[in-house]
């Protein structure tokens, strides 16, 4: 196999003329029809595969140890199964190139595109055949939206400031003094993909350049020096450094797209209705069997709008993991994420899920710190850091309407996702060679002293936006920098802290409204230590 070079996107829309856009249509539309006899082909030879006897005395096998004699000997028969049944990706690319590339789909597609389009099928039933991922689907019409070359010799090429594809020329759309676009052009060009959107239910079309290197650094992203620990949630995240806590809530700004698409959902299904009145049961169930639809006009234009508003949603949630994991990265170079199950997460926060996107979030967050030359490591959910005390080592299974960790042990009360954000910079490789990880007790300890003023109880969690503004104060070393919660008038801290404050019980502490209570921060500028006052505002509690 080839040795593999750092790589990076530079992202250019391309300005199109009638007959261009036409002829794109076209040619993506080709593709897909390539793509779908790419596949049949793949699944067809993965059925001859399992059937073959190759493939059951491999299967039959002792599996061993990664690494071990017995796990090689069965990789090598495998291997021998998939050669004797042609289940491999160049003899798909031998089979596209006689059966795809050679027929009428040839006149749109070169043999590169195609060859890359059969690589794209083929792991998709690779995938499929280890049990990774379900069976691959045909696609429909309209679902196949990206293309991409081989190399930049031949095929689709970037050329100038255009793309060459096979007499096609597209210009494009290069932005003056944008940095990040120099960059790219700068670079050399391994490959070019070509990408359709749909913008308000009209196709646009990009050209990424897949330029080989590192990306373009902006002045203000620096990467800081320390460890960051994450819990990511169904929507709202933990996170802590050495002596800092807090929580952010990444579904706030998306609370008002999230009525939009609702609004747009309703309406579509009350059209979908009136259009066909007898597919619906008399309360309101859709009649078992097959059922023909009418679509009306009027029906069409509403589900362009709901897509419009669920792509501008999915941007709006790219954008705010992107700034979340900026300023994480501005905070430290060692992140620590704690590994949770998604899936488990959709089925019981689906709505949460579907609006934060926290895998997603995990999954840039990881792509950012490593082009940054940074860490980002993901713990065994067997360290059960949302369990576990450090100050007695007790693991207590906590439900999930107790989202405070308090301890007999004088540890607590802190919120529960930031205390196992702040144990995740704890953990630390086991030198031993039992296990991944394991929680470095004494130096929880150690740090807790420092660390327990500054992490909040019961806080409210933060927006994006707010973390950002104080991540940025710390990157630059400005003055009040590690003052995590602005002032706002709000409580800092939680009920549980007033009550520890004033030895009063936590349901009386619940009638206090408005508290801003005495917060000890370190001053980033000197060094030294102050003490901001803030106001108390209280009521009585009305009987």
Known sequence: MRAGTESFICELPLRLSGDDERALAVRFDVARQAYNACLAEGLRRLALLRQSRAYQEARSLPKGQRGSEAAKARSAAFRLADEQSGFREYDLHAWAAEHVAHEWLGKHLDINTVQKIATRAFRAVREYSVGKKGRPRFKGRNQLDSVEGKTNRAGIRWRGAAVEWKGLRLRA???????????????????????????????????????????????????????????????????????????????????????????????????????????????????????????????????????????????????????????????????????????????????????????????????????????????????????????CGCVEKKPLAQRAHECACGVGPVQRDVYSAWLACMAVPDPQGTVEWRLDADQATRSWSGAEPRLPAASSPLSVQEFSSWARQVARGGPGAARLHPERGRRVGGTERLAGKVGAMADEARNVVGVEHIRIHADVADGRESERVGRVATRTPRL
């Open 173 to 391: 759309i290069i932005p003056e003094g944008d940095a990040v676009i120099e960059h790219g052009r700068q670079s050399r060009v391994k490959y070019v993909r070509l990408l359709r959107r749909r913008l308000n239910g009209k196709a646009r079309y990009w050209a990424q350049l897949v330029c080989e290197g590192q990306p373009c650094q902006k002045a203000g992203n620096t990467v800081g020096a320390g460890r960051i620990g994450v819990d990511p949630g169904p929507r709202v995240f933990g996170v802590a450094g050495a002596d800092w806590g807090a929580q952010v809530d990444l579904a706030t700004p998306l609370k008002g797209r999230r009525g939009e698409v609702r609004r747009l959902q309703r309406q579509v299904d009350r059209q979908r209705r009136a259009n066909n009145p007898g597919n619906y049961l008399p309360d309101g169930r859709i009649r078992r069997g097959p059922q023909r639809w009418k679509v009306s006009h009027k029906q069409r234009q509403t589900e362009k709008k709901l897509a419009e508003a669920q792509r501008r949603a999915a941007a709006h949630r790219q954008g705010l993991h992107g700034q979340l994991a900026n300023d994480l990265l501005r905070l430290g170079d060692d992140l620590r994420i704690e590994r949770n199950s998604y899936r488990s997460l959709q089925r019981n926060f689906g709505r949460s899920v579907g609006l934060a996107g926290p895998a997603g979030f995990v999954k840039c967050l990881e792509r950012k710190a490593a082009n940054a030359g940074a860490q980002a490591r993901q713990l065994p959910a067997r360290l059960r850091l949302s369990q576990v005390c450090h100050g």
